[in-house]
């Protein structure tokens, strides 16, 4: 049985103590975006739905991507009720997860605008994309893997298609923000 | 955790929202997040792109998008900054042994070089664009856009640079710094061969100025995984995009060993470093 107190200490952890060092990552993560004051709120919100509404999540593999996503989804409502003052009705995040896998996806108007505004931005940058990225993007939007990639372009080692797709990581971030940020 | 577990890690983050990872990677990738605060957030801020590549549809879509060739390949900027430099300690040491021949227009077929300035050894290879494709093994790269006046620029720099002369050699052409020149020729109507022996050296680029003042790149127009160019032989080129302009010179920017041409950052530092060589050839009427 997992619990999670006030502050958002989590007081018995999964056996391997992820849910802890989640913990740990959301509250700083949360405090160097909204301040220290609403990090613990928010920490303490996504840690009590992980809890909550996902106890058979326990695999590092399930609870982090769970947990990024409950992150970005509560700072994204917590800047949009500062923003709008007095209005403090947000979806809740189940809602949330249920329309996007209805296919309904984001179903909040502001989220839709986000996301489409996001879609033309991304698409715009990734068609500035040149040479050895322009390659690398494709395949990997294609669905191969690293190793795969490293085959079709004759990459010397895995390690290389790492560091390509680390620099052109960077030049599509570069993009982004020209496009219009991100 | 290891900086090296946490920089091996970093380089993973690209393929998260694009559902790249394996599933050692992808272990790798979280068990370091949960480690790094850095790490952490750089994930949390990736997932507006990961829940929009959510849509396997737009992937494909996107991907299909890549398919096509950007616009704008062909590489245009102003004469003035063609100052080309070449250190003159590159003369010392110079490896490459190229040459830059006229052909003469189409009807000679299998190159038509003049056999006095040809080396005899060299090994025919056409490598016309059109003829690119089929032949040879290796999967095919396209050619990273260079930023090309930022990059003269740089070489701008580079003490002690006259403009590099092209010699008749025993093999092929020597560069040197010498100031003598090797005359003129005629410029080509519709075609350019060009006598490439190098004992060592990387990748070449090569482009035409034309008599406006802007280049144009002639060759490769692609490059291939394992090398942009045959060991030694003469490739054919067609100059392509003059849009009625007349070339007025030919310069060949050959890379040190080890620099991809594709990658546009290591090109960067070569030509930071003053480690990339200019031969120029000019034209007459």
Partial sequence: MTSVDRTGSVKTVAADGVLERLRVRIRAFAASRVGMDAADDLTQDVLLLLVTKYPDKTELEDLVPLAIRIVQFKMSSFTRKRVRRGEHVQPDFDTVVATRQSDDQWADPESQAERRQLRARFRQAVRQLDGRCRNVFRLKLEGRSFAEIRTEMGAPSINAVYLWDHRCRHKLKALLEEAGGR | ?285
């Fill in chain 2, 1 to 285: 955790m290891t900086d090296q577990t946490r920089e091996d890690a970093r380089m993973l983050v690209g393929g998260h929202a694009t559902r790249t990872l394996a599933p050692e990677e992808r272990r790798a990738l979280y068990a370091a997040a949960l480690e790094d605060d850095q790490l952490f957030a750089e994930l949390v801020d990736e997932q507006p792109l990961y829940d929009l590549l959510e849509d396997r549809d737009l992937r494909l879509d996107l991907a299909a998008d890549l398919k096509e060739t950007p616009r704008g390949r062909v590489l245009a900027w102003r004469l003035p900054q063609w100052q080309i430099a070449v250190p003159l300690a590159a003369a010392a040491t110079l490896v490459i042994a190229a040459g830059v021949v006229l052909l003469q227009p189409p009807s000679t077929p299998g190159g038509g070089a003049d056999s006095t300035l040809a080396d005899d050894t060299a090994r025919p290879v056409d490598l016309e664009p059109a003829e690119l494709t089929p032949e040879q093994p290796g999967p095919e790269r396209q050619l990273a856009v260079l930023d090309l006046p930022a990059l003269i620029a740089t070489a701008d720099a580079v003490p002690g640079g006259s403009e590099l002369q092209i010699e008749s050699g025993d093999s092929g052409f020597r560069a040197s710094t010498s100031s003598k020149s090797v005359g003129d020729s005629p410029a080509p109507s519709s075609g350019l061969a060009i006598t490439i022996a190098p004992v060592e050296g990387g990748d070449v680029l090569l482009v035409g100025i034309a008599d406006d003042g802007t280049a144009v790149q002639l060759y490769p127009e692609r490059v291939r995984a394992a090398e942009s160019l045959p060991p030694g032989g003469q490739v054919r080129v067609t100059p392509r995009n003059l849009d009625g302009r007349r070339l007025v010179s030919v310069r060949l920017l050959v890379l040190p060993p080890g620099v991809d041409i594709a990658d546009d950052d290591a090109v960067r530092d070569a030509f930071a470093n003053g480690a990339v060589t200019v031969l120029e050839r000019r034209l007459s009427r």
